[in-house]
């Protein structure tokens, strides 16, 4: 059995939730395996079922395509482990819940209504429960109101357990003390970096034989990787601009598809706030004009915020009675109290948005562009069947190329590969992908256009010879002779410290940082740096060569931060709070570790199988 995922007991129901959404509130994508095998395994007689693992599994994948932004195949689920994390979280949640059934933790119907009431899926336009919405949603989704509640009362019960065997652990004081004193420490110091100018003399020129050396010594540095020799056709809108013709018509039937684009009227950037009577509403803006409140003080007694009863930018319309007021201001203020489609309120103007107007002559060079651009894109599409019947037929690149108005192109395509096609993701994962068995076939770019591709060979990855990458190998001698250099005269340097000597006496130009914590930053200067700065006694000099920089430091003072000052408090507050959630999720690690070591589990690899199988 794989290990668990460490998980809050509050998880699976959030799932469920999510999963609708996810799901279109419709089961989108979710097949019901109510054929033959009903389940995927079972804890202590409790089964899994197939239903269960599939909108799990789907769940799943949708986020991780989300994440990777294109669609995941199961292929590549297996890969990563994903079907593994989701069997054993399901197996986990079973052996909770058998767990807590032999223990008799059970919640009562009120607890299992106030958590179907307060899902948002089962809610109407108006907030409240909705057992139209709530029967129709279990419907799509496969489940009955009698399955659902029971996972809803198991979820309640397993929380129940979870929050017994993690809730109420601490990390160790002395623990959390030591951490935060640590973490709050800081340091005084004096830092400088060399550089070339520093050096006695200038670094010379490599030698002929200094550079065919330095060329043999690095060869992964100048290794061309693997190259994929590509022949493609390809065809884009902009190939096809001089073929469109563009009439006055055209051009004012998009500018007004567009006018809302080109034309905009007058607004106000506006906050509304409501009252529930008239007089409250009147009171309130005596106390604003009278200075006793703010706008955002008033909101604030009402619970809200300036964000809450922001409107954003609104014209007349949005505003109704109150439409003309707000409008007559001509600098920031407040107006009313006047209706409104919630009751009597206050409205704040907070800016002023001049009306717009771009004429069609103005527009005209936009338009054309846009409509040039969508005939061509049009006049793609047309031809797409006739171009894919083409390579279906066996045509190749080439006499496609003679025969339509695509063009034919070549590229060695490889990491180091830009511009033209290459530029388009959709060709760089053909050419990535496409084997010498692959016939041509067409795909879209993401402009409107097509292309089809063909892979002539692949060159394994070989070293560019000398004469290719010269300057290349000239100018890495260069740094790295550079970094050599200043390296040694860093040596020299520490040693004339040692001997009594300061970073100012040895005329270097310094820069002294005090009270530096240790999660500080110093720009365009490694980390190196700092960690070195952290590790050093005080009174101590040392040199840090990274990359292609070389520091000198030397360390000042020590200071530990003081227990009793506010902010070392609040740290030492959020150390202890992120140890105690670690403690408890290794306690809940455990304890599901030895759960799933007493109850008795099978797993049906036939159904599980079989599910994968239908996502595929």
């Known amino acids: 059995m794989p290990s668990v995922l ?26 019901n395996f109510s054929g033959g095998v009903s389940n995927v395994g079972s804890v ?15 769940r799943e994948m949708r986020a991780l395509s989300a994440q990777v932004g294109q669609p995941v195949t199961m292929e590549m689920v297996r890969a990563l482990g994903v079907d593994r994390a989701v069997q054993a979280r399901l197996f986990a949640d079973a052996a909770f819940d058998s767990e807590a059934e032999r223990l008799g933790v059970a919640v009562g119907d009120n607890e299992v209504r106030r958590r179907l009431l307060s899902i948002p899926a089962f809610q109407g336009l108006d907030g409240k429960f909705d057992r139209d919405a709530y029967r129709l949603t279990l419907e799509q989704n496969g489940l009955s109101e009698s399955e659902f509640e029971t996972q809803v009362r198991d979820e309640a ?33 004096r830092l400088v970096q060399l550089l070339p100018s520093d050096l006695p003399e200038p670094v010379p020129a490599p030698t002929e034989d200094e550079i065919r050396a330095y060329h043999d010594a690095h060869p992964d540095a100048f290794t061309r990787p693997e190259t994929r020799n590509i022949t493609y056709v390809w065809l884009t809108p902009e190939m096809l601009a001089d073929k469109v013709q563009v009439d006055e018509a055209a051009v004012k039937e998009a500018y007004e598809a567009r006018k809302s684009e080109f034309v905009t009227p007058e607004a106000r950037l506006v906050e509304r706030l409501v009252y529930p009577t008239e007089e409250e509403a009147t009171a309130a803006r005596a106390r604003l004009d009278s200075g006793a409140a703010t706008f955002a003080d008033l909101a604030a007694e009402r619970g809200l915020t300036l964000a809450d009863v922001d409107m ?37 103007m907070n800016g002023i948005i001049e009306a717009k107007e771009v004429s069609l002559d103005d527009a005209r060079e936009e338009l054309t562009a ?27 690149l080439e006499e496609v190329a003679d025969e339509t108005d695509m063009d034919l192109g070549s590229v060695a395509f490889n990491a180091e590969a830009e511009g033209g096609i290459v530029g388009y993701a959709p060709f760089r994962e053909a050419a990535a992908a496409v084997t010498a068995q692959d016939f041509p076939e067409l795909k879209n ?3 409107g256009g097509v292309f089809a591709l063909r892979l002539d060979g692949i060159d394994p990855p070989a070293v560019k010879p000398l004469d290719e990458v010269r300057d290349e190998v000239i100018a890495a001698w260069t740094r790295d002779e550079t970094v050599k250099r200043l390296t040694a005269l860093a040596g020299e340097l520490l040693a004339q410290i040692q001997n009594g000597a300061t970073l100012e006496t040895l005329g270097l ?54 227990p009793a000052e506010p902010e070392m408090q609040a740290a030492t507050a959020a150390l202890g ?15 599901t570790r030895a759960l799933q070591g007493s109850v008795q589990i099978t797993l049906n690899q036939t159904a599980i199988d079989a599910v994968q199988a239908q996502m595929q």
């Open 312 to 348: 954003g930018e609104v014209g007349r319309d949005a505003l109704g009675a109150a439409a003309d007021a707000v409008f007559a201001l001509t600098e920031p203020g407040v107006v009313g109290p006047l209706p409104s489609d919630l009751g009597p309120a206050l409205f704040a």
């Open 157 to 189: 019960a397993r929380s129940l357990l979870q929050s017994a065997v993690a809730g109420g652990v601490a990390a160790p004081r002395a623990y959390v003390d030591t951490l935060a004193a640590w973490q709050n420490q800081t340091r005084d110091f």
């Open 509 to 562: 130009v310094t820069t002294a940082y005090s009270g530096f914590r240790r999660d500080g930053y110093i720009a365009d200067t490694p980390a190196e740096v700092v960690q070195k700065v952290f590790a050093m006694s005080a009174g101590e000099s040392a040199a840090v060569a990274t990359g292609d920089t070389v520091h000198l430091v030397t360390l000042g003072g020590i200071t530990d931060a003081d």
């Open 370 to 396: 846009a409509v040039v651009q969508d005939r061509a894109r049009r006049m793609i599409s047309d031809e797409t069947d006739n171009l894919a019947d083409l390579l279906a037929g066996g045509a190749t």
């Open 445 to 447: 770019l993401d402009d």
């Open 6 to 31: 460490r998980h809050t007991g509050a998880n699976k129901l959030v799932w469920i939730m999510l999963g609708m959404v996810m799901l279109g509130l419709g089961g989108y994508g979710v097949t």
């Open 577 to 591: 709070e992120q140890a105690r959630q670690g403690v408890a999720g290794d306690m809940l690690d455990l304890f």
């Open 44 to 58: 202590d007689g409790r089964d899994i079922s197939v239903n269960d693992y599939a909108r799990a599994l789907r």
